[in-house]
């Protein structure tokens, strides 16, 4: 029931621009998920959700990679790109180093994925929803792009 909440709730916050707690209650609502105040804070605390600025000049709720879990430097450091197909992400690393930076995000389970396979340079991340893929991809690759100052 959690990981479904949860689930859910970053499915809503990657999908819409929703800058009050109220309103992604009521969202929850009605995907037939009734939460507390309570339980909706401590969800996103876990889930590193925070407001952010929108696009629009507004603000809104969004999941930083950075901030929902403690990656290891190892994953910044390796990463080449990001991009998605389907549910499926793929990231490109530096040659050798795809398999240190996999078991560190399994580790982390930063994904909250169904499952990584990792070669020498490429791993693969099976998520749940193709929209899940879609925004790890995105999260990643804007990472990638300011680390790189690309």
Do not use: W
Not at 13 to 20: E, F, K
Not at 80 to 86: F, M, R, T
């Amino acid at each position: 029931m959690k990981s479904e909440r949860q689930e859910k709730l970053l499915q809503i916050i990657s999908s819409s621009d929703i800058d009050r707690q109220e309103t992604l209650r009521e969202k929850l609502a009605a995907e037939g998920i009734s939460v507390t105040q309570a339980t909706l804070s401590r969800d996103m605390k876990e889930l590193g959700i925070r407001k952010m600025s929108s696009e629009n000049g507004g603000q809104k709720y969004s999941a930083d990679i950075r901030q929902t879990s403690e990656i290891p430097s190892i994953v910044y450091d390796s990463l080449i790109s990001a991009d998605h197909a389907g549910n499926i992400v793929v990231f490109r690393c530096e040659t050798g180093t795809a398999q240190a930076v996999c078991a560190a995000m399994d580790r982390e389970n930063c994904c909250n994925a169904v499952g990584t396979i990792a070669g020498d340079d490429t791993i693969f991340v099976l998520m749940r929803t193709e929209q899940l893929a879609k925004e790890l991809a995105e999260q990643f690759g804007r990472i990638i792009k300011k680390d790189n100052k690309i």
